[in-house]
């Protein structure tokens, strides 16, 4: 690429760490309604939440509504954690294969 793109990439790149890193006080809840607020823009434009780039993903003020938990994050900081559970997602992955569930029971104490 062009040192504009580059250097342009590399400020996003900044950008998304510098948010991701400011997540530490999330939860379980804020990062379901992430997650589905993720799978309903997919859906929109035709495609998986898990090939979707963070970037694209730009709540609007309905979607805020819609999802409460996510008001007063900001887009930047959405993005990131996105980023974040994606990839934490794409590491887990392959691992399932080893997982066995066949004799887990609900209730059981394990």
Excluded: C, H
């Amino acid at each position: 690429g062009t040192p504009a793109f580059a250097d342009t990439a590399a400020d996003m790149l900044q950008s998304l760490k510098s948010n991701a890193q400011q997540l530490a006080a999330w939860d379980q809840e804020r990062d379901t309604a992430l997650v589905e607020l993720a799978q309903t823009k997919a859906q929109k434009l035709g495609i998986s939440a898990a090939n979707m780039d963070a970037l694209i993903l730009k709540p609007t003020g309905d979607d805020f509504v819609r999802f409460k938990q996510l008001r007063g994050v900001s887009v930047e900081a959405l993005q990131a954690r996105f980023g974040v559970l994606k990839y934490l997602n794409r590491l887990v992955t392959p691992l399932l294969n080893y997982v066995d569930l066949a004799e887990a029971t609900l209730g059981s104490d394990a």
